[in-house]
């Protein structure tokens, strides 16, 4: 029977199946969106909308819940459980009816016990159950649920502290390819003004036609490299898309506008200092290994005895009168210990003692990796800096040397090689200075991450 209705209650398994995602990214995702009718979107407003949307940082946010039901669960392992109960027992077994009808109250005097006859009885009953010690695995557990609910909160600041790079990433890749592209623009006009002028010169025979076909050359150049430059625009946009969860079909613009990085510590040991108290990477870490060290002495304490309290009160009656005769109860306590477990106590110890040696190696593996991502970062924000230097002052010597040529190639006191070199030297310092203004941005973006506070509190 207990089959038959279990089958009965079991679902479909259509029930359980997830459905399709639909074809775009719909604007239903949780979290807000901006206005269209209010700008461009700035760094900050991306950074807003991605911790709002973004499904990393949404399946972290669940781990953390998850974690914090396991710590009620550990909890409510420390208090009694309630139960209720009803039944019904009918037949004609003189021991049933004997212990029946005496719970009842109701024994008929002279019964034969032998040939009772045939009873119905009702019992309704609750029942209370306690376990009073278990070694005190109990408050362990609590604790090792501590230790996970911190690790997973941990945990999440570190997405969150990758997300918020990634998105300031994907918006300097944005910003860099628009003003590659408005430099590429300039390289255009400078040449198609000179192919021009030197296609009047050809008509004139004032210069050679291979002075024109060099010219239309490096036309040619700088418009495949303007393709390339909107192509990586859209790239990135592309990018920024998915790391907002930004529906299909809707707007994305992003502003000129630099994201304010907090202050870094001046020097690596500084930095480094800095990290390990603020990356969540290193507190997951830590937390780990708390937990599996609580889980070796929750373990050992298995050997423990167990004691449990278990008091029930219960009525028996044929025609439900429970309450007449105040009903029956009982209470109990049981000590038991395990005399022989065909070594499962022992393989639990050996098991938690090896998780405990792989989360302290993975321990001491995210200390050096984030030494290593502290160190990294510095580096390249120091040349970053440097080449931003370098590159400023070539720009500037660049524009004069093509000033000067060009000059000279109008008054013909200088050929048109000489004429391409100089723009595209001045076309690369160009390149150059943007690529390295925006790679400062985004090396202090990135020393800001390695640090664990890649996202400004407003």
């Not at 392992?77 to 009816?97: F, H, I, K, M, Q």
């Not at 076909?213 to 920024?240: C, G, K, M, N, P």
């Amino acid at each position: 029977m207990a089959l038959v209705v279990a089958a009965s209650g079991c679902a479909s398994r259509e029930q359980f199946t997830v459905p399709a995602p639909p074809e775009p990214v719909s604007a239903e995702v949780q979290g807000p969106l901006p206005d269209p009718a209010a700008g461009p979107l700035t760094a900050a407003e991306a950074v807003r909308i991605a911790i709002g949307r973004n499904p990393d940082l949404k399946e972290a946010a669940a781990r953390v819940e998850l974690g914090l039901a396991s710590l009620d669960a550990a909890h409510a392992a420390l208090r009694p459980v309630l139960g209720a109960d009803l039944s019904y027992l009918g037949g004609d077994a003189p021991s049933a009816y004997l212990f029946k009808t005496i719970d009842a109250r109701d024994l008929p005097p002279g019964v034969n016990f032998n040939d009772p006859g045939t009873f119905g009885n009702w019992e309704v009953g609750t029942t209370l159950r306690w376990n009073l010690w278990r070694g005190g695995r109990d408050r362990l557990g609590i604790w090792a649920s501590e230790s996970g609910v911190a690790a997973a909160e941990a945990e999440r600041e570190a997405v969150r502290n990758g997300l918020v790079a990634g998105v300031l990433a994907a918006i300097l890749d944005v910003r860099a390819a628009r003003e590659l592209e408005a430099a590429d623009e300039a390289s255009i006009r400078s040449v198609v003004a000179q192919v021009d002028e030197t296609r009047v010169r050809v008509d004139s025979g004032q210069s050679l036609r291979s002075d024109l076909l060099s010219l239309e050359v490096r036309l040619a150049e700088a418009r495949e490299r303007r393709i390339r430059t909107d192509v990586a625009q859209r790239l990135a946009t592309v990018a920024l898309r998915r790391l907002l969860a930004w529906p299909d079909g809707m707007p994305l613009e992003v502003a000129d506008e630099a994201y304010p990085v907090r202050d870094l510590p001046a020097t690596v040991p500084e930095a480094l200092a800095v990290a390990y108290t603020h990356r969540g990477e290193v507190a997951a870490a830590r937390r780990a290994v708390e937990r599996a060290r609580i889980e070796v002495e929750s373990a050992r304490r298995a050997y423990s005895p167990s004691l449990d309290l278990e008091a029930r009160w219960y009525g028996d009656d044929e025609q439900w009168g429970f309450a007449e005769d105040g009903g029956n109860w009982l209470v109990g306590l049981a000590l038991s210990y395990d005399l022989y477990d065909g070594g499962r106590k022992r393989a639990g110890v050996r098991a938690a003692q090896a998780v405990l040696d792989h989360v302290e190696e993975a321990d001491r593996r995210a200390l050096l990796a984030v030494a290593q991502d502290v160190e990294t970062a510095y580096l390249r924000l120091e040349e970053s800096r440097a080449r931003l230097d370098v590159a400023s002052q070539a720009v500037g010597a660049s524009e004069e040397g093509l000033d000067l040529v060009e000059k000279q190639y109008r008054g013909g006191t200088a050929t048109v090689t000489r004429y391409l070199e100089a723009e595209a030297a001045r076309t690369q310092a160009r390149t150059a200075r943007i690529r390295a203004a925006l790679d400062v941005e985004g090396a202090q973006i990135d020393a800001a991450r390695s640090l664990g506070r890649a996202e400004v509190e407003r």
